[in-house]
C-alpha cells in the first residue's frame, strides 16, 4: 500500500497513481473542469462539527485523530470504498485542501489505513 499526500492546490500530475480528494468541501477557486483527481471521497471526510472544532489546531490534532477514527471505524461503506481503492491501486494520492500539511484529514487517514494494514 502506497499513500502519497498532496495538496490540492499542487496541480501536478505527478506522482502517477489514483488521485482522491478526501475533503468533505469543494477546494476554493478550483473549477469542476479543472480538477485534477479521479474520485472525490467526501464521505471519508471528517465531519462538520469536528472539522470545525479541529480548526487546524496543533494542540487539539492527538485528540482530533482519536474523534476521527471513531468517525472512521463508523462509518464502514466509506471505509470499504476506501480500501478497495487501495487494493486495486499501487499508488494512491489523498489530496486535500488545508494549509497545513502536517496536521490534517489525509494525514490522519494515511495513519488510518496504515494502521489497519500492520492489524491483519
Same mark, same amino acid.
Given at each position: ?5 498532496r ?20 477546494p ?8 485534477l ?9 471528517p465531519?462538520?462539527? $469536528? ?6 489546531? %496543533?494542540?487539539?490534532?492527538p485528540?482530533?485523530? !482519536?474523534? =476521527?477514527?471513531? #468517525? ?16 486495486q491501486?499501487p499508488?494512491?494520492? $489523498?489530496?486535500?485542501?488545508a494549509?497545513a500539511? %502536517? ?6 487517514l !494515511?495513519? =488510518?489505513f496504515? #494502521? ?5
Amino acid at each position: 500500500m502506497n499513500i502519497i499526500l498532496r495538496r490540492v492546490y499542487a496541480h501536478d500530475a505527478e506522482p502517477a497513481g489514483i488521485r482522491g480528494l478526501v475533503d468533505r468541501l469543494w477546494p476554493r477557486g478550483i473549477s469542476k473542469s479543472a480538477a485534477l483527481w479521479d474520485v472525490w471521497l467526501k464521505d471519508i471526510a471528517p465531519s462538520d462539527n $469536528l472539522r470545525k472544532w479541529f480548526a487546524h489546531d %496543533e494542540a487539539k490534532w492527538p485528540e482530533f485523530k !482519536k474523534r =476521527y477514527f471513531a #468517525e472512521l471505524d463508523a462509518a464502514s461503506s466509506a471505509v470499504a470504498q476506501m480500501l478497495t481503492i487501495l487494493r486495486q491501486n499501487p499508488t494512491v494520492i $489523498l489530496l486535500y485542501a488545508a494549509k497545513a500539511t %502536517e496536521i490534517n484529514n489525509a494525514v490522519a487517514l !494515511k495513519d =488510518y489505513f496504515e #494502521e489497519k494494514a500492520r492489524e491483519n
